[in-house]
């Protein structure tokens, strides 16, 4: 069993087979830190899609309004820039050997499905906001996860 980065899904089912691998790596001389979490998963790509579809949409709806810049790529970094800000990322200059921190934009590939969700909802109402009105699927994850919100 290789542990990737991101972790493993811990459950009844694969707990001891976990187990033995750590104490197989225990009794190696290796030490771990170990963190328990709430198992979430990744935002899914049915979100993804419907995510640039949105952007898509809203693209050409900033267009006809006169905002002739507004491409789906600019208004998925403008989106990004609104509602889930920036993080502090660290790079290594290969030459001089110096640590650069910058900020960059959050990416959506590292949000958790329902951090996933929470930003399209930012978005989704900015939108209302506008006039804009985003196309939502009925069999969707994301009106599955609305319909949810209110029961």
């Known amino acids: 069993m290789i542990f ?7 459950s009844s089912e694969n707990f ?20 328990l979490e709430p198992w979430q998963e990744k935002r899914s790509l049915s979100q993804n899609n419907m ?10 709806y900033l267009i006809d309004h006169g905002r002739p810049y507004c491409s789906p790529e600019w208004c998925k970094e403008a989106m990004k820039s609104t509602f889930l800000g920036f993080e502090e990322t660290e790079y290594i200059d290969v030459k001089s050997g110096a640590r650069i ?18 930003f399209m909802t930012q978005v989704h109402g900015w939108c209302l906001g506008i006039g804009c ?9 994301y009106f599955q996860n609305m319909r949810k919100q209110v029961q």
């Open 4 to 10: 990737p980065p991101e972790g493993i899904r811990l």
């Open 16 to 35: 001891h087979a976990v187990g033995d691998v750590i104490r197989q790596s225990l009794n190696g001389g290796q030490s771990f830190r170990i963190r």
């Open 51 to 60: 995510f640039h579809g949105w952007m898509r949409q809203l693209s050409q």
């Open 101 to 118: 921190v910058r900020e960059r934009l959050k990416r959506t590939s590292t949000l958790k499905s329902g951090e996933m969700y929470m």
């Open 133 to 141: 009105l985003l196309k939502i699927s009925e069999n969707s994850e």
